[in-house]
Structure formats: structure tokens, C-alpha cells
């Protein structure tokens, strides 16, 4: 069991927010000792769903449909599954967009560590768009997809 306190630290989340979220109701069978709450290792699997859906875009009132369908059981398994079909689906189109990012990051950090060595920004002008070394040239492609 773990105090509030103690969750707070373990997923860097203020203490409010453990408390907002066993206001919504995330937490149905939270052990209270007095004004005490008392987290098993069920809050805490809880929890990391909670962050994990929140990452993936989802909003509390989203998050909050989840939890209800749980608690209807073997009912909702195919409202669940979808909802995490759909989430998948949305983190993997972020997941290409970073990438597509992160590929003109490291073009653009070739391009001007080139452009120090070489005292201009000529040479790189006469290799675009596709007379690049192979390596940055992949990269600047996929920067462009």
C-alpha cells in the first residue's frame, strides 16, 4: 500500500490531481484510513492507464467513459478494445509526424554543421534536392513525405 504522497513522487503528479482523479471515481475500491488514502498496487495499474490514455490525447471525460464501461464487465470489451484500437492508431500518426520532425532536425543539423565547415551554404545549395551524401539524403526525403 501506498500513501498519496508516495504516488505523487512515483509518477510526478501533484497531489490534486490524485485527488481529482478519486473524485472522478478512477479509484472505486481506494482504502481510506481515516482522512487517509491508502493506494494498492490496483490504483497504481489504474494510474498508469490514466497516464497512458492521457499521453495517447485522450481527456478526462474520455478516460472517465472508459472507467465506466469497466465497471460493466465483459459487456464493454468491445467498446474498450476500439477505444484502444483508436488511440493506437492516433499515436502511431503522431508517432510518423515526429519522425518526419526529427528527420528535418538532423537534416538542418547536417546542413549547417556543413555550412560552418565549408565557411557557406553554397555547396549544400548545389546538392539539393538530390545530389546529397545517401545518409542525408534519406533524411531529407523522409522530412518530406
Known amino acids: 500500500m501506498y500513501t498519496i504522497g508516495q504516488v505523487s513522487e512515483m509518477f510526478d503528479l501533484p497531489i490534486s490531481t490524485l485527488r481529482y482523479y ?28 490514466i497516464e497512458c490514455l ?4 485522450l481527456g478526462i471525460k ?6 465506466t464501461w469497466v465497471s460493466q464487465g465483459s459487456a464493454s470489451y468491445e467498446n474498450r478494445k ?13 508517432i510518423k509526424n515526429l519522425q518526419k520532425t526529427l528527420s528535418l532536425l538532423e537534416f538542418k543539423c547536417w ?23 545517401s545518409d542525408i539524403q534519406k533524411l531529407y526525403d523522409a522530412s518530406r513525405e
Do not use: C, H, W
Open 111 to 133: 546542413y549547417y554543421s556543413k555550412a560552418m565547415e565549408d565557411g557557406t551554404e553554397e555547396y549544400i545549395r548545389e546538392m539539393l534536392p538530390d545530389k546529397l551524401p
Open 62 to 67: 474520455e478516460i472517465n467513459q472508459f472507467f
Open 22 to 49: 478519486d473524485k472522478e471515481g478512477f479509484f472505486p475500491n481506494l482504502v481510506r484510513k481515516g482522512n487517509i488514502r491508502y493506494f494498492s498496487n490496483n490504483e497504481i495499474e489504474a494510474l498508469r492507464l
Open 82 to 94: 476500439e477505444l484502444f484500437e483508436a488511440r493506437k492508431l492516433a499515436v502511431e500518426a503522431e
Open 54 to 57: 492521457k499521453k495517447s490525447g
